[in-house]
């Protein structure tokens, strides 16, 4: 198996994958610094790290939900996925329920028009809708 990718050269005869792959390498490099940083600082101990389980719910449940949205993404298509991502983060951010839901349903379908209408780029609609 191989790891090696066929592209095509751009308009200027650039590859495709130098911006990104460089923004990756960016990324990697300034994780590593902060993270050697963070762990040779000497301000930050055992003991003054004040762990609490409800501080981290929040993140927790979003990230779940980014994960529910990408396999559901598969199956579903982008609107249903998309609307019960939105829905999730909102709730988890204490919206009330009818604001949650009419923010959800505005930005779900604005995005779906902006992208399948103005852009002309079609978004998944999921392999669970084939036989309709």
């Known amino acids: 198996m191989s790891l090696r990718f066929v592209s095509t050269p751009g308009a200027n005869g650039e590859d495709p994958r130098f911006y990104p792959l460089l923004l990756v390498i960016i990324m990697v490099i300034v994780s590593v610094i902060l993270l050697t940083v963070t762990l040779t600082s000497s301000t930050i101990s055992a003991e003054s790290v004040n762990f609490n389980w409800l501080t981290i719910k929040n993140p927790l449940?979003?990230?779940?939900?980014?994960?529910?949205?990408?396999?559901?993404?598969?199956?579903?298509?982008?609107?249903?996925?998309?609307?019960?991502?939105?829905?999730?983060?909102?709730?988890?951010?204490?919206?009330?329920?009818?604001?949650?839901?009419?923010?959800?349903?505005?930005?779900?379908?604005?995005?779906?028009?902006?992208?399948?209408?103005?852009?002309?780029?079609?978004?998944?609609?999921?392999?669970?809708?084939?036989?309709?």
């Open 61 to 132: 449940i979003l990230m779940v939900s980014v994960g529910v949205f990408g396999v559901l993404l598969k199956y579903t298509g982008f609107l249903p996925a998309a609307y019960l991502l939105l829905f999730t983060a909102l709730k988890t951010m204490k919206t009330k329920t009818k604001t949650a839901i009419i923010t959800t349903l505005g930005v779900g379908t604005v995005i779906f028009v902006l992208f399948t209408y103005v852009l002309k780029v079609p978004l998944p609609t999921g392999t669970l809708w084939e036989g309709f």
